[in-house]
């Protein structure tokens, strides 16, 4: 597309975004997959300067070659970002006029700071204050719910119940809020009182090959709070069917000390590593029986109701079968449920007749999958919606 395409605001985007995987041929998380989308939807508007504070070795992504990143300054952005040095407003409003100096110099008076931020509250402040010292309208891409990132470590940092009103107010002066998920839209306007606009996240890989399936299910990611009490009632399921004669197996992508307090003993069925390549990694989904989702069925995970597994993307490109075990209401088992695709299963007992099911008939439901993938995740609906959204901001 020509440089003479009209700009929302007339001049250059800036993307803000903190520990930025560099490239793809690890499982990303949904910050990484929501970064390179919002990249390539904004490269119209060339030039886009992309601002990666934690790690400067992070700050060229190989896919998006033609990026400026701001990469002679990573001390300078530490100074404003870096949650350390960030507690005093001194650091703020040094390295701050700093750096407002300098974006001025290479011409963004007009300039939008697009942030792509995950759960960490602390970001959300960061990115807002660095917006306001560089005079940039600021538009926030929400993978998770911040607020909900806070109560839940409150128990072990009390100390970051305090940022929800500075979170609260960053999000109200943002010139624009976008989430993953309407059900996080919702979230965040009911605590912010603001319009906020969901923005799926796409998908733009093709489906592997299927070889014929292994006798396994798989769970790729890593492990956490968010996962961990039902990840160990599906190692429990496997086992009663390995009880009952079965020879299944579980295979996970993480390492064995992510496991430490959730299971005393791993046992012998569970097959756990690392898979850095992206072709295998896809292709370990694609043949497996099923790829499993668990969602943690303590209620005081409130995020479980907000933040989209980006695993299921992978999932729905590539798995003969989809299980989400979990609360209804969790937003993974909404999402199968309100598309009409199996199979959701929320206690042991219907886990048990899942498996029993996928183990005896092995069903293929992955054009069914890939159709409701293409239809709600295409890169051309998200590209749409983006430019939407980017069009009714006013200029001035």
């Known amino acids: 597309m020509s440089k003479s395409v009209d700009r929302p605001f007339g001049s250059a985007f800036f993307i803000y975004a903190e520990n930025w995987v560099p490239h793809e041929k690890v499982a990303s998380s949904g910050l990484d997959r929501a970064l390179v989308p919002i990249v390539d939807a904004l490269r119209p508007w060339d030039p886009v300067a992309l601002l990666a504070p934690r790690r400067a070795t992070q700050l060229r992504h190989p896919l998006h070659p033609t990026i400026k990143p701001y990469a002679a300054y990573p001390s300078l952005l530490s100074v404003i970002l870096d949650e350390r040095r960030a507690k005093r407003e001194a650091d703020y409003d040094g390295g701050g006029l700093t750096l407002s100096a300098h974006l001025k110099t290479i011409g963004t008076k007009k300039g939008v700071l697009f942030?792509?931020?995950?759960?960490?509250?602390?970001?959300?402040?960061?990115?807002?204050?660095?917006?306001?010292?560089?005079?940039?309208?600021?538009?926030?891409?929400?993978?998770?719910?911040?607020?909900?990132?806070?109560?839940?470590?409150?128990?072990?940092?009390?100390?970051?119940?305090?940022?929800?009103?500075?979170?609260?107010?960053?999000?109200?002066?943002?010139?624009?809020?976008?989430?993953?998920?309407?059900?996080?839209?919702?979230?965040?306007?009911?605590?912010?009182?603001?319009?906020?606009?969901?923005?799926?996240?796409?998908?733009?890989?093709?489906?592997v090959k299927a070889n014929p399936a292994k006798r396994q299910l798989i769970y790729v990611g890593t492990m956490s709070h968010l996962y961990g009490d039902s990840f160990v009632q599906v190692v429990e399921a496997v086992g009663r069917r390995r009880a009952a004669g079965d020879d299944l197996r579980l295979r996970a992508t993480f390492s064995s000390d992510s496991l430490d307090g959730l299971l005393p003993v791993i046992p012998d069925f569970v097959d756990l590593g690392r898979i850095d390549d992206r072709s295998a990694f896809l292709e370990a989904i694609a043949d497996s029986l099923a790829a499993v989702c668990p969602i943690s069925f303590d209620p005081s995970q409130e995020m479980v109701r907000t933040s989209f597994p980006s695993k299921l993307l992978d999932y729905l490109a590539n798995a003969r079968c989809i299980i989400v075990h979990g609360p209804t209401d969790s937003v993974a088992a909404r999402y199968l449920t309100d598309a009409d695709l199996p199979f959701v299963s929320s206690c042991p007992n219907e886990l048990d007749g899942v498996l029993k099911l996928i183990c005896d008939e092995q069903p293929n439901q992955r054009a069914r999958y890939r159709m409701q993938l293409d239809k709600a995740h295409g890169s051309g609906q998200f590209r749409a919606t983006l430019r939407s959204v980017l069009s009714e901001i006013p200029v001035a």
């Open 115 to 207: 942030s792509v931020l995950g759960g960490d509250g602390r970001a959300y402040v960061r990115a807002s204050r660095l917006a306001k010292l560089a005079g940039l309208k600021h538009i926030i891409y929400s993978v998770d719910d911040p607020f909900a990132w806070a109560d839940e470590r409150a128990a072990v940092r009390p100390n970051l119940v305090a940022i929800k009103p500075r979170v609260q107010e960053a999000l109200r002066s943002a010139t624009a809020v976008l989430t993953i998920t309407p059900h996080l839209s919702i979230a965040l306007s009911g605590k912010t009182g603001r319009n906020c606009h969901a923005l799926a996240l796409p998908y733009v890989e093709g489906a």
